[in-house]
């Protein structure tokens, strides 16, 4: 079955720290992986998705096929970088997210 | 505002009545996405239209769910005979779905508490 898990329900560090959120996945086919991020009291909006291989606002993202893996990386955190950030996996047409994250960077 | 807008943001209502949430998407979007999410999880896809055809329906939805977009261009999403189950968040999403672009676009949310 398709899935995607995101293990860590709170991610706690202070600026400047690294950051790794967690995001693994089961897939049958080629997947199309996006990490999604909800800041406090707006919409849900597109971070970064596994094909354009881009960076956006430092955070990066690489897809590791033999370890079914997609983690969100950022070398150094920022205070605005506090949200909930959700992995996704398109299944033919619709998103299966995971859980989420709830990242919280402390001054 | 151009993003995907939904009506109402919130809504309560009593066991066993129905309630119609609407979803304006982002103009010439072709796709329109219905999710629910509840407290602690992330969303979960419900079902699809592309234009005016609905494409795909979740098993999650009962038959006491049933989605239009008649014109292909607003989506509404009803409940009867609701549930206190039904409580969550559902999120409409829009998507241009072409061969470059996966995006899909998020509305605010329609949180329903069933009492």
């Known amino acids: 079955a398709q899935r995607v898990t995101q293990p860590e329900k709170l991610l706690s560090v202070f600026k400047g720290a690294p950051v790794e959120l967690k995001c693994n996945y089961s897939?049958?086919?080629?997947?199309?992986l996006f990490w999604y991020v909800q800041y406090s009291r707006q919409r849900l909006q597109l971070l970064l998705r596994?094909?354009s291989r881009e960076s956006i606002k430092g955070f990066t993202a690489d897809l590791n096929k033999g370890e079914t893996s997609f983690h969100l990386k950022k070398p150094f955190a920022q205070e605005e970088d506090s949200a909930m950030y959700y992995c996704a996996l398109d299944n033919t047409d619709k998103l299966i997210f995971g859980t989420g994250t709830r990242l919280q960077v402390f001054p | 505002d151009t993003g995907v807008s939904q009506d109402p943001r919130h809504k309560i209502t009593k066991r066993g009545q129905n309630v119609t949430f609407r979803c304006d998407p982002i103009s010439e979007h072709n796709r329109l996405y219905w999710y629910r999410q509840t407290l602690g999880q992330g969303p979960e896809f419900l079902t699809y239209?592309?234009?005016?055809?609905?494409?795909?329906k979740s098993r999650l939805l009962s038959d006491r769910f049933s989605a239009e977009r008649p014109k292909g261009s607003f989506s509404t999403l009803e409940i009867q005979r609701t549930e206190q189950g039904d409580s969550a968040m559902y999120l409409c999403?829009?998507?241009?779905?072409?061969?470059?672009?996966?995006?899909?676009?998020f509305g605010p949310g329609t949180r329903l508490t069933v009492t």
């Open positions: 239209f592309q234009n005016e055809a609905q494409l795909e």
């Open positions: 897939y049958s086919g080629s997947p199309e």
């Open positions: 596994h094909i």
């Open positions: 999403a829009s998507s241009p779905r072409t061969a470059y672009s996966y995006e899909q676009y």
